[in-house]
C-alpha cells in the first residue's frame, strides 16, 4: 500500500529537449577558438566561468528568459492615492535575470573597474548569457556604452560623481544606463530632432518628446537635444546626461508616457517619453553631440553583432540537438543528407559573426590606446557586423525553428522567442539601410578600408596557407575592396552599398576564419568553412548547373558533427574554379 502507482504511458515523445544540456560544452569550437584569441593563461582562467554559465544558459536562465517574455513589464502611474508614481513593474524573473547579468557577472562594468580584463571576456560571456536571455543585454549593453562614453568626454566632476554607481557590482546600489535619441519625426534623420536644451544660470533644462527609449527607468541617461541658439541641423547638436533621480530625491521633470507593445525582447521595457524642462549636464562640446553619442551608438551596435551571433549559435544548438536525438524514417535526421545541407547552411553565417566579433574585442584596446590603424578597424568592421550578422540571425533562427517542426511553432520552446528576438537587431541603432550608408562613409570620409585592407594581407601573409586558398582569399579580396571603393565613390550609387558591404563581410570572415585555422592545426575545420564562404557566398554559381562541383557529402558530415579537419579534409571543400578565379 505504501508505492503509489503511476498512470499508463499514453505515448513515447520522439521531441529531443536540449534542457538539462550545457551551452558551452554543446558548441566544441568556442574555447578552441577563444584560446586562439585570449591566449592560454587567460583562456584558462576563464574557461570555469563558461562552463558554469553554459549551464545556467540552457536550464534556469533560460526557464527565467521565457518567463519574462510571457510576463513583460507594466508602467503605473500613480499609487493608489493618486499620487505621481511613474514605477515600472517588473517580474520577479526578469530582476532575477538582472542580478546575475548586473551584479555577479558584471557584465555591464566589468570594461570600467580598472581591471585589466580584456573585452573579449565580456563579449564571451554575453554570447552564452543571450543564448538565454536577449531582451536584457540591451539595458546591459546600453549601461556599458553610457559609462564608455561618460569617461570618454564627460568632465571629471561628473565622472566622479556618477561612475561609482556605473561600475557597482552592489545590486541595491548599482545604476543601469539608458540612450533617449529616437523621435517620432526625425527616426534615424539625427539632425531633425526637435528636442530643446536652454541653459539657465548654471543649469541645463531639456524639452521634448522622445518616441523610442528602451530602459525607460534607468538610473541614468544620454540624451541628443538641440541647444537652443547653437546652429541648425548636427552642428547645433549637444549630448546630455539625465539623471532620473535629483539631488533632493525627488523624480526629475520627465514622465514615461507608455510602454511600448513589441514584437520581441518583451522582457525589456521600452517607452515613449516626455521631457518637460528636466535636469541634465552637459558632455563634452556643443555641436559635437551626435559625434560623442556616435561611440555609445557603434559600442550598442557592436554589441548587437555578438548578441546576433548568440541567437545564432542557440538556434544552432536546438536545430542540432533535434537533429542528432530524433529519429524519423528509421534514421537519425543528422544523418539524412538533405538535413546536413541545411544545418551547413546555419553553421557557416553563425560561425562568421562569431569570427567578426572576436576580431573587433582584440582590436578595441589597441584602438582605445590611440593606434590608428586599430581605430579604422574598429570603425568599419563594427558597421559591417551590425549590418550583416543582424540580417543573419533573422534566417538562421527561422531555419532552426523549421528543423524542429511543428513544435518548433509553439511557444513553449524557444524558436518563437530566438525568432521574434532576431528582427530586432536589424533594426535598432540603425536599420539595415542606414548602416549599410554608414559602412559607405566609412571608407569614403574616413578612410578605414586601406588600413583593412592591409590587414587582411598581413592575416594571410602569416598564416601559412596551401598557395591554393592563399591565392583564392587574396583574389576576393582585392575584388571586394574594390567595388566597394567604386561604389563609394559615385554618389549616385548608393542603391549598391548594400551588396558591396556583403562582399566584404564575407571576404572579411573568411581571411579571419582562415587565420584561425592556422593556430588551430592539425585541426583544419575553420578553413573549410572559409572555403566554404567562397564557395557559397563570394564566387559566381550557375543555378542551372545542379551537382556540379558537389561537395562531398561525407565532408558535409563532419562539418555539422562539428569534427576537427584534416587539411586534405578541408581542401576538397575549396571550389574547383578557385585558381580561374584568382
Known amino acids: 500500500m505504501g508505492v503509489m502507482e503511476r498512470g499508463p504511458v499514453i505515448g513515447q515523445s520522439n521531441i529531443p529537449d536540449s534542457r538539462g544540456t550545457n551551452f558551452y560544452y554543446s558548441d566544441p569550437g ?3 577558438l577563444l584560446r586562439v584569441y585570449l591566449g592560454q593563461a587567460a583562456f584558462e582562467a576563464l574557461e570555469p566561468k563558461l562552463v558554469e554559465l553554459g549551464r545556467r544558459a540552457a536550464n534556469e536562465l533560460d526557464v527565467l528568459a521565457a518567463t519574462a517574455d510571457k510576463n513583460p513589464p507594466t508602467l503605473r502611474h500613480r499609487t493608489r492615492r493618486g499620487e505621481d508614481l511613474q514605477s515600472i513593474d517588473k517580474h520577479p524573473a526578469y530582476v532575477e535575470l538582472e542580478r546575475v547579468a548586473y551584479s555577479e557577472l558584471g ?5 570600467h573597474r580598472g581591471e585589466a580584463i580584456a573585452p573579449l571576456v565580456k563579449y564571451a560571456l554575453t554570447f552564452l548569457f543571450v543564448q538565454a536571455e536577449f531582451g536584457l543585454c540591451c539595458p546591459v549593453s546600453m549601461t556599458d556604452s553610457l559609462t564608455r562614453t561618460l569617461r570618454k568626454f564627460g568632465s571629471a566632476a561628473l565622472v566622479e ?9 552592489d545590486f541595491d546600489t548599482l545604476f543601469q544606463g539608458a540612450m533617449f535619441m529616437t523621435e517620432q519625426a526625425a527616426g534615424s534623420d539625427v539632425a531633425g530632432i526637435s528636442t530643446r536644451a536652454k541653459r539657465m544660470g548654471d543649469e541645463w533644462r531639456i524639452t521634448g518628446d522622445k518616441w523610442f527609449c528602451s530602459n525607460p527607468d534607468a538610473d541614468l541617461a544620454m540624451v541628443l537635444a538641440h541647444v537652443d541658439g547653437a546652429a541648425a541641423g548636427m552642428k547645433g547638436l549637444g549630448l546630455f546626461l539625465l539623471p532620473k533621480t535629483l539631488d533632493d530625491g525627488t523624480r526629475n521633470h520627465y514622465r514615461i508616457v507608455r510602454l511600448k507593445d513589441k514584437l520581441g525582447s518583451r522582457s525589456m521595457a521600452s517607452g515613449e517619453i516626455i521631457l518637460d524642462n528636466a535636469h541634465a549636464y552637459l558632455i563634452g562640446e556643443v555641436g ?7 561611440d ?13 551571433a548568440g541567437l545564432m549559435r542557440r538556434a544552432v544548438n536546438e536545430a542540432l540537438h533535434v537533429a542528432r536525438n530524433r529519429e524519423a524514417f528509421g534514421r537519425k535526421l543528422v544523418d539524412l543528407p538533405l538535413m546536413q545541407r541545411q544545418l551547413v547552411k546555419m553553421m557557416l553565417p553563425t560561425e562568421q559573426a562569431r569570427s567578426m566579433f572576436m576580431q573587433i574585442a582584440i582590436n578595441l584596446p589597441r584602438a582605445d ?3 590608428e590603424e586599430a581605430k579604422k578597424l574598429v570603425r568599419i ?15 538562421v533562427t527561422g531555419d532552426a525553428m523549421e528543423v524542429r517542426g511543428g513544435v518548433g511553432y509553439i511557444e513553449e520552446w524557444s524558436d518563437p522567442r530566438l525568432v521574434r528576438d532576431a528582427h530586432l537587431g536589424s533594426i535598432w541603432e540603425g536599420t539595415s539601410n542606414i548602416v549599410a550608408l554608414d559602412i559607405a562613409r566609412a571608407v569614403k570620409r574616413e578612410g578605414a578600408l586601406e588600413p583593412l585592407r592591409e590587414y587582411l594581407v598581413r592575416l594571410l601573409g602569416e598564416a601559412r596557407l596551401p598557395s591554393r586558398s592563399h591565392a583564392l582569399f587574396a583574389s576576393v579580396l582585392e575584388r571586394a575592396c574594390s567595388v566597394l571603393l567604386r561604389v563609394t565613390a559615385d554618389t ?7 551588396e558591396a558591404g556583403t562582399a566584404l563581410y564575407h571576404a572579411c570572415t573568411a581571411i579571419f576564419m582562415a587565420s584561425e585555422a592556422s593556430k588551430q592545426a592539425p585541426d583544419y575545420r575553420r578553413l573549410g568553412l572559409a572555403h566554404l564562404i567562397a564557395r557559397y557566398k563570394l564566387l559566381p554559381r550557375d543555378p542551372l548547373a545542379i551537382g556540379a562541383e558537389d561537395v562531398a557529402q561525407e565532408t558535409l558530415a563532419l562539418i555539422v558533427a562539428e569534427a576537427p579537419l584534416s587539411l586534405d579534409d578541408a581542401l576538397r571543400l575549396l571550389p574547383e574554379h578557385a585558381e580561374q578565379t584568382a
Open 30 to 32: 568556442f574555447g578552441s
Open 107 to 111: 557584465l555591464a562594468s566589468m570594461s
Open 161 to 169: 560623481r556618477f561612475l561609482p554607481n556605473l561600475v557597482s557590482q
Open 288 to 294: 559635437r553631440g551626435f559625434h560623442q553619442m556616435a
Open 296 to 308: 555609445m551608438i557603434n559600442m550598442s551596435r557592436l554589441s548587437n553583432g555578438v548578441r546576433a
Open 369 to 371: 590606446a590611440g593606434d
Open 381 to 395: 568592421l563594427t558597421p559591417l557586423i551590425k549590418f550583416r550578422a543582424c540580417r543573419d540571425a533573422r534566417r
Open 492 to 498: 549616385q550609387r548608393d542603391e549598391l552599398v548594400r
